[in-house]
C-alpha cells in the first residue's frame, strides 16, 4: 500500500502509480545515484483498516505478514520462504548481573541463511522477480551475499557477488554453496562495491545494494515491525534497542519499522537507539557530532560485518539516532570476544558483529548511559557459525583426556 517514494536528500516525491514513475524505484533523478537514496511511504490509513480486517494474530509467523508495508504486489510476496519471526530469548541471569530490569535477545542467526541480512534479500529477490530480473547482484562483506546467493537460489536466478577477498570461509563456503557467481575482489569492501554497482549497470542486473535500492530497506524494517509486536508477551517497548552498526542500514531499518509501528498505534512509544560500532572502525560518533564522515581510519575489527569505514548509509543511520534519542558506543575486539561467550552462556550463538550489539550494551551500562533497571532488546544479528574461528577464539579450548573414567575425575578436579 505504497503512497509515494520520497527523496531523502532534496525531498522530491514520485508516485509509483503515476505514468513516468515505473523507471524511478532506484534512486532521485535529479539528485542521482550517490545522493537521491528514496525512501517508501505508506498509506497508513489503508494499512490500518487492511490489519483490522485481515489481523496480524491470525497471520502467519514470517515477515510476510506485513504484505501492507512491503513495496511487492500481493502476487510477487513468497510465503513459502520461511524469513523472520525470529524468537526472543529473555535472559533473566544476564539482566540480573548487569542490573537491568530485562535482557531480550533477538536471535536473527534462525534465518534461512542464518543473519539478519535474510529479510533484506528475500524482498530483494522477489522484486527482482516482479521487474522480471534474471540476474541479481551484490557487494558485500558477507551476510548480505550469502542471504542473497540462499534467495536467488531459492528463486532459480542467477548470482554475482563481489566479496573482498578477507571474508571469513563459512561465508564463502555457503555463497559457493549456493551456487553464486564468487569474484573474490583483492582490495577492500569500498572497492568490490564501486566494482559491482559499474558490473551491474553494464550486465543490466539487478543491484542488491542497500544504500541504492529502497527496497531492501523496507526488508530490514521487519525487524523493527516484528520487534514492536512479539515485546508485549515481555513487558512492553523496551527501553533501548541496541543494534552495531556497519553501513547503517540496519539501524535505519529497525527504526523505520519501529516509527511505522508506533504511527500506526501498535505501540505507545518508542524505544532509544543503542548503536554499536568497533573501536577501531568507528566512523558514525564522529558524523552523529559533525554531519559529514571523517577521514577513513586504518584499522580494522574481527567483527568482519561491521569492518566498514565509508558507511554507505551513514546518513540515514545519523537519523535515526537522532530521532531515536540515541547514543553510540564503541568496543574492543576483547570485548566483542567476551560478549560471545555471554550471549553463549544464555543460549545464543553470535558471530561477532552480533556480539558487538550485547557487548556494546555491556559497555553503556559500565558508561551509565544504560541506567539500572532500564531494559534493553539486543539485536543478535547473524549466527557464530558464520566465523566459526572467532568462535573457538571466544569459547577456547576442550578438556583433554584418555578413555577412562579415572581421567574424568582428574579434569573436574582440575577444572573445578
Ligand atoms: C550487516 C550486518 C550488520 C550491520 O548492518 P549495516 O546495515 O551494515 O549497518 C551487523 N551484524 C551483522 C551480522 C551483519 O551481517
Ligand atoms: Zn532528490
Not at 563481489?162 to 549456493?178: I, R, S
Not at 542486473?205 to 530497506?217: E, F, G, H, Q, T
Not at 578438556?399 to 578436579?413: C, G, N, R
Request: a negative charge; aromatic letters at 6%.
Amino acid at each position: 500500500m505504497i503512497e509515494k517514494l520520497v527523496c531523502v536528500n532534496c525531498g522530491a516525491e514520485y508516485f509509483p502509480q503515476s505514468a513516468d514513475a515505473p523507471n524511478v524505484w532506484m534512486t532521485c533523478p535529479t539528485c542521482g545515484p550517490a545522493e537521491g537514496i528514496l525512501d517508501f511511504r505508506y498509506d497508513l490509513e489503508a494499512v490500518r483498516d487492511s490489519w483490522l480486517d485481515k489481523p496480524l494474530s491470525k497471520r502467519e509467523h514470517n515477515h510476510w505478514r506485513y504484505a501492507e508495508l512491503l513495496p511487492l504486489k500481493e502476487t510477487s510476496l513468497r510465503t513459502d520462504w520461511q524469513v523472520g519471526w525470529t524468537p526472543i530469548v529473555d535472559a533473566e541471569r544476564l539482566a540480573t548481573e548487569l542490573d537491568l530490569e530485562r535482557v531480550l535477545l533477538k536471535d536473527e542467526g534462525r534465518n534461512p541463511s542464518a543473519s539478519f541480512k535474510d529479510r533484506a534479500s528475500s524482498v530483494g529477490v522477489a522484486h527482482a522477480m516482479e521487474v522480471g530480473a534474471n540476474a541479481i547482484a551484490c557487494a558485500s562483506t558477507g551476510n548480505a551475499a550469502t542471504s542473497l546467493a540462499c534467495h536467488a537460489a531459492l528463486a532459480g536466478i542467477e548470482a554475482n557477488i563481489f566479496v573482498p577477498h578477507t571474508a571469513p570461509e563459512p561465508k564463502l563456503a555457503q555463497l559457493l554453496v549456493f551456487g553464486a557467481r564468487v569474484f573474490s575482489v583483492e582490495g577492500s569492501y569500498d572497492q568490490a562495491y564501486q566494482l559491482c554497482s559499474s558490473a551491474c549497470e553494464q550486465f543490466g542486473w539487478y543491484n542488491r545494494n542497500c544504500a541504492i535500492n529502497p527496497v531492501l530497506v523496507e526488508g530490514k524494517k521487519t525487524a523493527g515491525l516484528e520487534i514492536a509486536e512479539q515485546v508485549a508477551a515481555y513487558g512492553g517497548v523496551p527501553d533501548w534497542v541496541a543494534v552495531s552498526i556497519g553501513d547503517g542500514c540496519t539501524i535505519a531499518g529497525i527504526w523505520k519499522g519501529l516509527s511505522e509501528m508506533h504511527a500506526l498505534g501498535m505501540i505507545d512509544r518508542l524505544p532509544r537507539l543503542l548503536g554499536v560500532q568497533a573501536k577501531e572502525v568507528a566512523p558514525i560518533p564522529y558524523a552523529l557530532e559533525h554531519g559529514v564522515l571523517p577521514e577513513p581510519g586504518e584499522g580494522t575489527t574481527m567483527a568482519d560485518s561491521i569492518d566498514v569505514q565509508v558507511p554507505r548509509n551513514w546518513r540515514k543511520a545519523v537519523n535515526a539516532l537522532d530521532s531515536a534519542h540515541g547514543r553510540v558506543v564503541c568496543v574492543s575486539d576483547e570485548q566483542i570476544l567476551a560478549a560471545i561467550r555471554l550471549a553463549g552462556r544464555h543460549g545464543v550463538f553470535a558471530e561477532p558483529a552480533a556480539a558487538a550489539a550485547l557487548a556494546g550494551v555491556v559497555e553503556a551500562v559500565d558508561a551509565k548511559i544504560i541506567e539500572p533497571h532500564e531494559s534493553v532488546l539486543v539485536m543478535i544479528t547473524g549466527s557464530g557459525l558464520k566465523d566459526i574461528r572467532s568462535s573457538i577464539r571466544a569459547g577456547g579450548e576442550p578438556l583433554s583426556i584418555k578413555p577412562d573414567l579415572t581421567s574424568v575425575e582428574a579434569a573436574v578436579e582440575n577444572a573445578m
